[in-house]
């Protein structure tokens, strides 16, 4: 039998092996989907899809989730888990937004505007900060940032000025969003510079021959070629800083408190949860019944939101295909 | 080749099962055990002293996240003990037994910077449930500004206990900051010179921060031992039914022997 | 044509034609958006750079002076508490075996799929429908892929690959379902290289192969397999990168406890039944985050994280310069 397996195999049963394989990856996305859902359905079916929406303290609604035994009431079930969401939607967004400045201006400036020496460097370097841990920047951050927001930049006025409402530590909104920004760029910066520096340069020369200044010919016309690369590093990016839970919950004050805009400079400090740190930060309880369902829900949106991300990613690189560009 | 290759897979197997066979014969059977991170430490020294004291015979796996995931554990057969830091309540599921193991004492603490004393237990309830939000408003505080409330996630038992026996039944405001342990509990209020928090009293007795005396009475080993201070509480180690097996030797180890004894009247106090 | 006037020479030759880029209008002479783009490509660029390096310099600086070498080769104390002695050799270990298993698994399926993907790829819907759902592993938060760790390895079924508790329910925790979870974690850096590494091999090199009467798959094992060597090694790199860096799944599928604790008697199944730690659970435990309360172990354990992946990053480069003076192709690269 040993010998029919070490022989030359027929292209027919290697074709249908490797397919095999490959099918063995699709369905484990598809248990993946599968399992995360029949956990998660007793949110829904108890809730509906209000649960997305506000109502009530949703850090009293958890508790109570966590304090009920194996065969819960159908009460126990009542979840309104809007201000994770918008703590998710209120950290990502700020932190794509930001990003995608400060990585195509640095992009700009590391293919064309920066000496040779430095160029060097900075690529190394921008592709190390890519691949550094995300526990790493949540140490700096809970070690450096937090007390130093903390104990120098919230003043006691402010803090007095919320003391009825919520806590004004250092962990809150900017220092989670800084991190955030500083952990997503360099992955944009990576991808631009590729496409920047693959774009043919006569595109560029002869923009500049028709009397472009250099750094408009750039914006004009070899950031336009790019696009496609843009738009694929966006969608990684909003990928990562949605999934980012173990950093954020080490800085942004794990409260499940959505921040008031209308607060003022406050605002900036106030803390939040997103859905995959509360996860993380609720992954003890995961035994009862509630409560873990209650997280599954929130693995489902995200797991959701990642499938639309990819997909809305493809659908606007379509229209792009027109140029000659590789996306 | 293929001789040499099927032999050597032959022996590897023999190997393998060969070593395999005489370590199975010999089990050690496992305890795990979850629950309150008020009890993790004492419970951890017991665990410890038992296994050094009947080698070879029992695996102690603990792990730690509130008095009501060990109840949760337990009830679900997740555990075979649950460490438990509350009184039983009615909303425990059916079929669960307590034991208890050892007495505690509940002290409220503030940062080593705040030298408070003494509070009354209408001050402690005013503080607690957010009415007063100002050190300005507490005499004999050291710290100005607002007070910064941590307290424990719900799944804490000291929470509760600290709720019915400081706070005469209210509830902690929401203001406050939950902390999902003791040691972080701890580590928090030391940290920020304008907190105010509780902890059991091992945690308070290592002197990092200043517990503070309820109407009167200081809260130290000393008041707990002689039954003057009025925040005591129970350890208890739970099961689903009764004890059997190797938790049963376990709890009636801890129950009947001395060494168990010495132990726990290190930092707590035993039952009897 | 003929009514063109016959062409004459210049008289003498005019000055030489300098190289160069030129003449170029000086920034002071353009619009005030221009300006204002060229002000803050500057300031992004060398703030990004200043942020590399405070990272980078504030991490080794804290390293060196927390690091010794024997916090490498001592296991961490007893006590919930790290801040005495007691140094991570049992971390270091963890990720190690972690590592290892998360790799191992990936290897057939990551290096299965491309095959087939890039070589048979038939019928085309279902080729379609493996690389999206690859793209969708890639995309999901590493902490969806723990709670399905977590939701599987905690049925009846998968009771050997952790243990089971005496009231029946299943731990669910343990290296086997933290490696497996880790293996998709690797499986789409894997996956894009060799794929994108079969599909730069020019068809000539199949098709002398195919004229001298070889099978597909022997091609593939004989020719193209050795040809993308470089494009495995670059992927298997990345993919460990991700693997060691790599904490949610640790926080939720490793059990977390700080010494290796291997689960029944079989010494080396045991090891993988059982729990353990890792260094990306160790930093975080030290944190003041966790209950270790030992700042300088967690940075002294989060340095040497550090000189992991930078290795790794280096190990990658090598590799891409190495294959693209052989080959004349080169490697691309990605982060993913």
């Known amino acids: ?327 | 080749m293929t001789r040499i290759r099927r032999l050597s897979l032959a022996f590897a197997v023999a190997g393998v099962l060969g070593v395999a066979a005489p370590a199975g014969a010999s089990a050690v059977s496992t305890v795990t055990i979850s629950g309150a991170t008020a009890s993790y430490p004492l419970v951890s020294l017991l665990a410890q002293k038992y296994v050094k004291t009947f080698p070879k015979k029992v695996k102690f796996k603990i792990t730690q996240g509130g008095a009501q995931i060990g109840v949760n554990d337990v009830a679900a057969g997740r555990v075979s003990i649950g460490d438990v830091s509350r009184d039983p309540l009615a909303a425990d599921p059916a079929g669960l037994v307590f034991y208890p193991i050892a007495k505690y004492g509940i002290c409220v603490i503030t940062a080593k910077s705040n030298a408070l004393t003494n509070l009354t237990s209408a001050q402690v309830i005013s503080i607690f449930t957010g009415k007063t939000r100002s050190w300005a408003q507490v005499p004999g505080a050291a710290a100005s500004g607002t007070i910064d409330l941590i307290s424990r996630t719900s799944v804490a038992g000291v929470l509760t206990n600290f709720q019915t026996l400081l706070l005469e039944g209210k509830k902690v405001s929401t203001i406050a900051a939950e902390e999902p342990s003791e040691g972080l509990m701890r580590s928090k209020v030391e940290s920020d010179p304008n907190s105010i928090g509780f902890v059991s009293n091992y945690q308070s007795d290592k002197g990092t921060v200043n517990a503070v005396g309820l109407n009167g009475v200081a809260c130290n080993k000393a008041s707990i031992t002689s039954g003057q201070y009025s925040g005591i509480a129970r350890f208890y180690e739970v099961t689903k039914g009764k004890a059997t097996g190797a938790s049963s030797a376990f709890i009636g180890w801890i129950e009947k022997s001395a060494a168990a004894k010495k132990i726990i009247n290190t930092q707590w106090l035993s039952i009897s | 044509m003929s009514t063109l006037a016959p062409w004459t020479p210049p008289a003498a030759p005019g000055p030489p034609m300098k190289s160069g880029r030129g003449k170029q209008s000086s920034p002071l002479s353009w619009r005030w958006g221009d300006r204002l783009a060229l002000g803050f490509a500057w300031f992004a660029g060398i703030g990004l750079c200043v942020i590399a390096a405070a990272i980078v310099g504030y991490m080794g600086f804290r390293g060196i002076q927390y690091l010794r070498p024997d916090l490498l080769f001592e296991r961490p104390a007893l006590s919930t508490t790290q801040s005495g002695s007691g140094g991570f050799l049992d971390p270091l270990i963890g990720t190690a075996l972690l590592t290892v298993i998360g790799v191992l698994l990936a290897v057939p399926l990551a290096i299965g799929g491309a095959l087939w993907i890039a070589e048979y790829g038939r019928p085309t819907w279902l080729a379609r429908v493996v690389e999206s759902s690859i793209e969708m592993v890639a995309g999901t938060p590493d902490i969806v892929i723990a709670l399905f760790g977590l939701s599987i390895f905690q049925l009846g079924i998968f009771a050997p690959f952790s243990f089971k508790a005496s009231g029946g329910g299943v731990f669910g925790k343990s290296f086997i379902a933290a490696g497996a979870m880790m293996s998709l974690i690797a499986l789409p850096p894997l996956f894009t290289a060799t794929r994108d590494g079969l599909q730069a091999v020019p068809m000539h090199m199949r098709e002398a192969a195919f004229a001298l009467g070889k099978t597909r798959i022997a091609t593939i094992r004989r020719v193209l397999l050795p040809s993308v060597r470089s494009n495995i090694a670059t992927g298997v790199t990345l993919g460990i990168s991700r693997i060691i860096g790599d904490t949610a799944i640790i926080v939720l599928l490793l059990g977390e406890t700080l010494r290796l604790d291997p689960q029944g008697s079989v010494p080396g199944v045991g090891l993988l039944r059982g729990t353990g730690s890792t260094l990306t659970s160790y930093v975080y435990g030290n944190s003041p985050a966790g209950e270790g309360a030992a700042p300088q172990k967690a940075y002294a354990a989060a340095f040497v994280l550090l000189l992991f992946v930078l290795a790794l990053n280096l190990i990658v480069d090598r590799i891409g310069r190495s294959s693209a003076d052989a080959t004349g192709m080169t490697v691309a690269g990605g982060i993913v």
Not at chain 1, 114 to 137: C, D, E, K
Request: proline fraction near 6%; include cysteine.
């Open chain 1, 1 to 327: 039998m040993l010998e029919r397996l070490r022989n030359p195999w027929p292209d027919h049963r290697a074709e249908r092996t490797l397919g095999a394989v490959s099918c063995l990856v699709c369905a484990l996305v598809v248990a993946m989907v599968v399992f995360v859902g029949i956990h998660a359905w007793p949110i829904f079916e108890h809730n509906g899809l209000s649960w997305l929406g506000s109502g009530g303290d949703l850090g009293r609604q958890l508790a109570d989730m966590q304090n009920t035994t194996q065969h819960p009431p159908p009460s126990a079930y009542h979840l309104r888990a809007w201000p994770v969401v918008y703590g998710t939607l209120l950290t990502t967004g700020v932190a794509v937004v930001l990003a995608l400045a400060l990585s195509v201006f640095s992009s700009i400036f590391i293919v064309e505007l920066a000496p040779a020496r430095l160029r060097r460097i900075a690529i190394p370097v921008i592709r190390l900060l890519a691949s550094v841990p995300s526990v790493i920047y949540g140490l700096i951050g809970i070690l450096v940032l937090v007390p130093f927001v903390g104990n120098h930049v919230i003043s006691g006025a402010e803090k007095e000025s919320v003391q009825n409402v919520v806590l004004l530590t250092g962990a809150g909104l900017s220092v989670t969003v800084v991190i955030l920004t500083v952990m997503i760029t360099p992955i944009m910066v990576a991808l631009i510079c590729e496409a920047l520096v693959s774009v043919p340069s006569s595109w560029r020369e002869g923009a500049i021959a028709l009397g472009v200044n250099p750094l408009r010919a750039m914006l004009a016309v070899t950031l336009r070629a790019a696009r496609p690369a843009i738009v694929a590093a966006l969608v990684l990016a909003t990928a990562r800083a949605l999934g980012e839970a173990i950093m954020i919950s080490m800085v942004s004050g794990s409260r499940a408190f959505s921040p008031k805009p209308v607060d003022g400079l406050v605002f900036f400090f106030e803390p939040l949860r997103t859905l995959a740190s509360g996860i993380v930060d609720y992954h003890e309880g995961i035994g009862a019944p509630a409560l873990g369902s209650a997280l599954y829900a929130w693995a489902l949106l995200l797991l959701f939101s990642a499938f639309v991300l990819s997909i809305a990613g493809y659908l606007i690189k379509l229209p792009l295909r027109k140029f000659q560009v590789r996306g």
